[in-house]
């Protein structure tokens, strides 16, 4: 079974679901991107969470020009990493090609929302 909703968000509503969408879609191409890097330096894959210890603890605090990730749900960027890994994880299997940066326009920008 699925259910068809639709959805009458506010303006504030509004803006705080184009942050999300933009910031994961941000934070997906960047985990793709930063592991891209490592392989060229010959250094080891990054895996999601080792990514995500990385991206809190080290990258933000230095580069304060990012600190709009943190405007949105930590889950939603988890989600968003989590989700990269996975297509990194099925390429390594040999399930599908290897993983293609998001655009705006041309792909679904899966993301999770906190109630």
Same mark, same amino acid.
């Given at each position: 079974?699925?259910f068809?909703?639709? /959805? ?18 941000? /934070? ?6 930063? #592991? ?19 991206? #809190? ?16 749900s930590?889950?939603s ?29 041309r ?6 929302f906190?109630?």
């Amino acid at each position: 079974k699925s259910f068809k909703t639709e /959805i009458n968000p506010t303006e504030e509503q509004k803006i705080k679901i184009h942050k999300t969408i933009g910031t994961c879609r941000y /934070i997906y191409n960047f985990y793709l991107f930063h #592991n891209k890097e490592l392989y060229t330096l010959g250094k080891k894959f990054m895996s999601g969470k080792s990514f995500s210890v990385w991206l #809190n603890n080290d990258y933000l605090p230095n580069h304060q020009e990012y600190s709009w990730i943190r405007e949105v749900s930590s889950k939603s960027v988890k989600h968003s990493i989590e989700d990269a890994c996975t297509a990194f994880s099925r390429f390594f299997h040999h399930q599908s090609g290897f993983p293609r940066y998001k655009k705006k326009g041309r792909s679904n920008v899966k993301m999770y929302f906190v109630r």
